[in-house]
């Protein structure tokens, strides 16, 4: 008897389901896209009970004739494509055929639509897969799908769905996509007979953004709008540096018209933010991009949530460019110069290998603070940057000439070198300064010499005009920058700490970069995140006030309110208590809109705000599933990310000390509430190793 059979259509639809019809959203998903390619202007979604009850959307689209309605449930029946070159330019949301048939094969599905030219509608019911009634039935022009009981000839799926509060997320954040990326249609979604989301008709994807999350999100948008021909059109909001989450939720993007969800496009944008955030904040955004059919393929999942692209390299440069370009425009970065992009709020000196000439060293390096000038370059500079000396006459512009480091200078070259240095001590800090900048600058007036031996700069400075005579050596231009032998990486020698081998010895030395402690113990160099120390501190300090009613927290002189989203107000509810547990003071006000009453006493009301719409977005780990133990855990870890001690935050040694001797007495001082590291160790005989004495 043969082992190979063929599967009945009703089989074959359910395993399609599995597919297509993951939760309720997905097939709130794909009743969407049918009302949107219908030409809907207006798309109403009714659910009850997290969707699993009742899921009904109707539209004011074209409709569909009563041979439609019948063809409409069969598998792969679709009136979107007809050939299979159709496949390479998809205008269209949908176009596979396998929704309509897939979902009707696990729920009771009735439907009603009529066109503009029947003078009556058509009515079809169908349960599990089985056509039960076709009837004539009075309808507007339009389509009406209701969608009842899911999964209910499939037990064992209906049973992996989520809690109603997390099912009604995710149901409102797939409307709020669609309404984010059609603005021209109004949706209305009610939720067990209350309204959620209501967004009629708008101009722009700016009035739409502030239907949907109000004036206070639109403050700290940033507008992007750049085109590549041939790649990509690029438009849409990113946020401002100081709006940040911890988490990509915040981020919407779009393929023409199309929601996805596309690694590629999430870390484009985070590389716009290089140099802006730091590691693990990500922005928000609201992307929409816009590429040629042809270049894109949105046939490569059942969902069709993930696209790809046919030139990914080129699309991801593109969404980068307009982010740092809307960055540059809104003053966060500073425009290219000379081929390099500089960031304009945090580097305070010019860099003079951006420079046309070394000359663009600023004078005041060079002279007392008296003198003032601007980078000049050529003759110009050679004329006018003068400043004056430590007795206040005027010293002529500072000459560049060669001197030779790794060499051993005769009596008389030492007497020439050191001579004017001694006659005044402004100068010779200027040429400290200039030495400190060698190995950050190129300067053009350097040639190499000696077999490409390193070669300094000879200063004279003269202090008598009418003396002066013409140099031996004009500085001549040259284009290759100065060049140092490479240093060998201490990274193969640094480790992170197990917890038993942490010492209660530990003495600071310093701060590097004003984000890491530097520290030695009786094994060696220590290297100390202060934004993971301080994490943990507060973490620890969280857990332990568990038994306590609630933590302490600072109440505000004036409430601050803040405009949810539909999904973040559709979680409120659901975590309101645990968030007042940890210090929070929340009241509802009408509408979607929260007063901030109070907040935990570690927090600024800035971090509030983020942290308040992270964990109301947060919805990927099924958070509203999760025991409350849980739940109090993960929003401890957030409350202290954003309460931490920030990177870039210069501390004084007692605040060092502090932080170190409150880290030893955590219950894990080596890594941070989410898992990183935040001790490494450069150890004595790791050292010893890389100098080669051991």
Known sequence: ????????????????????????????????????????????VDVEAGGRRLLRVADDGEGMTRDDALLAFERHATSKI????????????????????????????ELISR??????????????????DVKTAAHP??????????????????????????????????VTHYALAHPEIAFTLTNNGR???????????????????????????????????????????????????????????????????????????????????????????????????????????PAKTEVRFRRAAAVADTVREAVRAALASSGYLQTKIAGEEVESREVEHFRPELSDSWTALRPADLSSSEGRSSSMTGEDAHVKSETRGATGELVPPLRQERIEFGFTPGEDDADEVSAPLKKNSETQRGVNAILRHVHAASFDAVEPERGGQVVQFEQRARRNASSEQEPEHSPVPSSSPITFPPLMSAAQFVREIPVESVSMNIRTLGQLEESYIIAIDDDGLLLIDQHAAHERILFDKYHALEGERSHESQNLLMPET?????????????????????????????????????????????????????????????????????????????????????????????????????????????????????????????????????
């Open 1 to 44: 008897m043969s082992k190979i059979r063929v599967l009945s259509d009703q089989l074959a639809n359910q395993i399609a389901a599995g597919e297509v019809v993951e939760r309720p959203a997905s097939v709130a998903k794909e009743l969407v896209e049918n009302s949107i390619d219908a030409g809907a202007r207006r798309v109403s």
């Open 562 to 694: 803040i405009d949810l989203t539909p999904a973040q107000a559709a979680a409120f509810d659901a975590v309101v208590e645990e968030l007042e547990f940890y210090g929070f003071g929340l009241m509802r006000l009408s509408g979607r809109t929260v007063a901030i009453k109070a907040v935990p006493a570690d927090l600024q009301i800035e971090e509030a705000r983020n942290l308040l719409a992270e964990i109301l977005e947060t919805a990927d780990a099924e958070k509203r599933g999760r025991a409350r133990a849980t739940l109090r855990e993960e929003i401890a870890a957030r409350l202290a990310c954003h309460a931490a001690i920030k990177v870039n935050t210069p501390l004084a040694p007692e605040k060092m000390r502090w932080l170190i001797d409150r880290l030893l007495l955590t219950s894990s001082p080596t890594t941070c509430p989410h898992g990183r590291p935040g001790v490494l160790r450069l150890a004595t005989r790791d050292l010893e190793k890389g100098f080669h004495r051991a």
């Open 195 to 301: 309204e959620t989301l209501r967004a009629t008709p708008a101009k722009g994807l700016r009035e739409r953004a502030y239907q949907i999350f109000g004036a206070q999100f639109l403050e700290n948008l940033l507008e992007v709008n750049q085109s590549q021909p041939q790649v990509a059109r690029v438009r849409g909001f990113v946020s401002a540096p100081r709006e940040r989450r911890t988490s990509r939720d915040a981020q919407y993007l779009f393929i023409n018209g199309r929601y996805v969800r596309d690694r590629l496009i999430s870390r484009a944008l985070s590389e716009g933010y290089r140099s802006v955030l730091p590691h693990g904040v990500y922005p928000a955004a609201l992307l929409f991009l816009e590429i040629p059919l042809e270049e894109v393929d949105v046939n490569v999942h």
């Open 141 to 174: 022009r339009g389509t009406t799908i209701t969608v009842r009981d899911l999964f209910f000839n499939v037990p064992a799926r209906r049973k992996f769905l989520r809690s109603e509060a997390t099912e009604s997320f995710h149901l409102t954040n797939l």
């Open 115 to 132: 066109t503009e030219e029947d003078a009556a509608g058509t009515r079809v019911l169908i349960e599990g897969g089985k056509m039960r």
């Open 82 to 109: 007809s050939r299979a070159e159709d496949l390479n330019a998809i205008a269209t949301l949908g176009f596979r055929g396998e929704a309509l048939a897939s979902i009707a094969s696990v729920a009771r599905v």
